[in-house]
């Protein structure tokens, strides 16, 4: 029998957090509740679950300086919760290394969704063994780690998961919806989740973000993975 999935939330609100916790536990996931952030990122440095669900706003320490803490030492997925549900917003906390982001008030079923494609993703990522070598890319599925020309680059669970789907697909024209279901699992999603993402992505792997060699922009279309010009 499989092992339940561990999550973790971090929620000010004890209406909140109470029906998180109890909605995730009766489908199965083994939970873990904090009300603010100090005492979970003591929790959090002593062991990493599944999942870290954290609202944005937390007394102690926000839940941007958490999850941007928690990046410093961990890739495991990042859901924020907030009242904070614009765009902009969105892009702060993709920013900080959160790999999902759910505006309040929220449908539990959706987030129980999202939690599920996390865990899937995570899981897939670990049995996918088996080393990606696609130009000057190494990219090893089982530690979940990318080198570029040899030397290890840093980055968050979602950017990995988007990086090893654009290699295994390498020169074929991929549209944003595709990103949302195929690499992160997603049902339905906002596409400009995958632009954001993109660009941070850009950010680690090209010589130039503005002019990209690899990550290829294709109009009317989305995205296209390319090892042309990367002088392999």
Excluded at 95 to 101: M, N, Q, R, T
Aim: some cysteine.
């Amino acid at each position: 029998m499989q092992e339940a999935a561990e999550v973790v939330v971090v929620e000010d609100d004890p209406t909140v957090r109470e029906a998180v916790g109890a909605y995730l536990r009766a489908n199965g996931y083994v939970v873990s509740t904090f009300g603010d952030g100090v005492s979970a990122r003591t929790a959090l440095r002593d062991g990493t679950p599944d999942v870290v669900v954290v609202d944005r706003m937390l007394p102690g320490i926000s839940g941007d300086e958490l999850c941007r803490d928690l990046r410093s030492f961990s890739d495991v997925p990042i859901m924020m919760l907030t009242a904070l549900g614009q765009l902009d917003d969105r892009i702060e906390g993709f920013e900080f290394g959160a790999d999902d982001y759910l505006a309040k008030p929220f449908s539990l079923r959706e987030l129980l969704v999202r939690v599920g494609a996390l865990v899937r993703r995570s899981q897939r990522g670990q049995a996918s063994a088996g080393e990606v070598r696609v130009g000057v890319f190494a990219i090893d599925p089982l530690r979940r780690r990318v080198c570029v020309r040899g030397e290890e680059i840093a980055l968050t669970g979602r950017e990995y998961d988007l990086l090893l789907f654009l290699a295994r697909n390498e020169g074929r024209p991929l549209g944003r919806e595709e990103i949302l279901r195929e690499a992160w699992g997603w049902s339905f999603g906002e596409p400009s989740t995958v632009t954001v993402h993109v660009r941070r992505l850009r950010e680690k792997i090209e010589s130039d973000p503005r002019d990209p060699v690899h990550l290829r922009t294709e109009w009317g279309v989305g995205y296209r993975f390319s090892t042309l010009g990367d002088g392999s």
